[in-house]
């Protein structure tokens, strides 16, 4: 194995784990603030990549048609958020899954009913198409670069909005206590709104930058949101620093045991046998992670309410 | 030990009275049973082999339903991963039933297991491995609670999904072929009426299992755990094994729907491992009516038949799935069996 092929597999792995945190940062702020489990937020990033190819499509631009397709899902959430996921809040959690597998029918199917089921066309833009030479002399996709670029900025970004804002300030207020700061005359209703829309932007943003690199297509948001989930278990739900460590730690695990699993297998068992072993192992290595982590920490790596 | 029998705590869910037939409830419940036992005789004597198999269907998936309403329904434990374990019960029904249409064992080492086309051998298995695999996602899921439980079962059955996918020995995400149905002695399974009335036994087995363990001492600790876990463990009952126990059996059941499903299809791919197939179930049970135990059959025959209906129609049926379920969510949370059976007692 050579440590080349190594630093490749590890700035891939960085790369899923900062979409994974664009998709959880928003489910574990929803779930933080409002208490809500969203398993729609899948939703939202196809949402924001349809809209990111039509817009892109459109316009010619990949630079309009991101914007474009993270105000539309925004705008999508907020939306599904005043219609139905605020009927929730007070609902037990069994209706919040119900309602939002619900929704996700009604989007895919929505969706496959307006565009068809072939994927939609959607490229990276000509000025991100390079390769960047890396220290261990590997060329490396530049837009790959970039999303992780995109993400610590994102990351960066929420830390600031939530740490010296004043609207940072009432979702931490939010997070620890809903009654007190509506009994202090902070417009709940709105806030929630807000960060739905927030969360459902972020995942239109990952959605949009992956679909470039894979395909824009009904369901592509389903596997993403499930690790997601793995991610928010892992780190501590509502736990935005869970959020990021545990992405990390579930994209660069997922990704070098793709990769090097099947490869350790081969010293002992047959090529055959070791690529089936390997693979199979590999899908289920996070988790495995997550179970054992569960099994020392149930309330996850950083939880955030004790 | 007698405390709970003699009222101490009196567990809210269980009826004082007897049970009554020929109540609504009563009348609305033997009429759901009448329904789903006489279309399928019907379809017979008229030569309808196509209805027959839909019945089973419904069956087999009210089965499923049965055992995930005593997880959800009766334990309160909002398990978003039996998919696991109807999956699992399938892929045990088309393994054994692979290896003995090749003459081929299943393990030679370290003890040699042949593959069996044996319906009998297959359900038992079925219930054990399943009855295992939930005991181990079951120890590390009930130390949580609330989203956790719901995302961690979820996993879970992911992790199954993935496997299955992966694993190359029996057919990966192609999936497996069942060429031969599996046999039971005596009768030939091969008849569409003889299966289907094995899958009816199965439904009302499984029914009259849970109903038979929430009359019991059990079924109260199960129902007191639900409601207050506290409250339980102050009558020094500790709610943990009570809820792992109910969440083993609630997957038996499931599992042997699973290897029924994997013998009505000839069949089996991940797809039944798949988190729609979990969250179906979910929807199933709750459009039924969750806790009550004619509710997960109500919901089969609704699903199943919005499935064939509507699937017949239009393409996008998943759409009106879907926005009948958030309806139902939303503004009617009792389900089929609260609008046709009035509510339970404890409601």
Known sequence: ?306 | MDKLKTGIIAPPGLPAMPARWFDRKGLVQIGLLALLLLAPLAAYLLGHIYYINLASRITVIAMAAVGLNLAIGYGGMVSFGHAAYFGLGGYVAGISAYHAFDFTPFMSWPVAIPGSDSMLVIWLAAILLCGLLALAIGAISLRTTGVYFIMITLAFAQMMYYFANSWPSYGGEDGLPIYLRNTLPLVDTNQPLVFFLICFAGLLLSMAITSRLMKSRFGAALTMARLNDTRLATAGISPYPIRLMAFVISAMITGLAGALYADLNGFISPTMLSWHFSGELMVIVILGGVGRLYGPLAGAILFVMMETLLGGLTEYWKLFLGLMLLCVVLFAKHGVMGWLAGRERNE
């Open chain 1, 1 to 306: 194995m050579s440590v080349t092929l190594f630093i490749e597999q590890l700035i891939n792995g960085l790369q899923l784990g900062t979409m994974l945190f664009l998709m959880a940062s928003g489910l574990t702020l929803v779930f933080g603030v409002m208490g809500l489990i969203n398993l729609a937020h899948g939703s939202f990033y196809m949402v924001g990549a349809y809209a990111t190819a039509l817009a892109t499509a459109a316009t010619g631009s990949f630079f309009t048609g991101l914007v474009a397709g993270v105000l539309v899902a925004a705008a999508v959430g907020a939306l599904v958020e005043l219609i139905v996921i605020r009927r929730l809040y007070h609902r037990p959690h069994l209706d919040q899954v119900l309602a939002t597998f619900a929704l996700i029918l009604i989007f895919s199917e929505g969706t496959r009913w307006l565009f068809g089921s072939s994927p939609l066309w959607l490229s990276p833009p000509q000025s991100l198409t390079g390769f960047v030479t890396l220290p261990g002399g590997a060329r490396y996709p530049l837009y790959r670069l970039v999303i992780i670029g995109v993400g610590i900025a994102v990351a960066i970004g929420l830390y600031l909005l939530i740490s010296r804002t004043r609207l940072g300030m009432r979702i931490r207020a939010g997070e620890s206590d809903r009654e007190m700061i509506g009994a202090l005359g902070v417009n709940i209703a709105r806030l929630y709104t807000l960060v739905f829309a927030m969360g459902a932007a972020l995942a239109g943003l990952a959605g949009a930058m992956v679909g470039a690199l894979q395909s824009v297509q009904v369901g592509m948001g389903e596997p993403v949101l499930i690790l997601a989930f793995v991610v928010i278990v892992i780190g501590g739900i509502g736990s935005i620093k869970g959020a990021l460590f545990g992405a990390v730690l579930v994209g660069v695990v997922d990704t070098l045991g793709r990769v090097f699993l099947p490869a350790l297998f081969r010293n002992f068992m047959s090529p055959s046998e070791a690529a089936g072993v390997g693979a199979a192992l590999a899908a289920m290595l996070i988790y495995i992670l997550m179970a054992v982590i569960l099994a020392f920490k149930p309330k996850g790596l950083f939880a955030a309410n004790g």
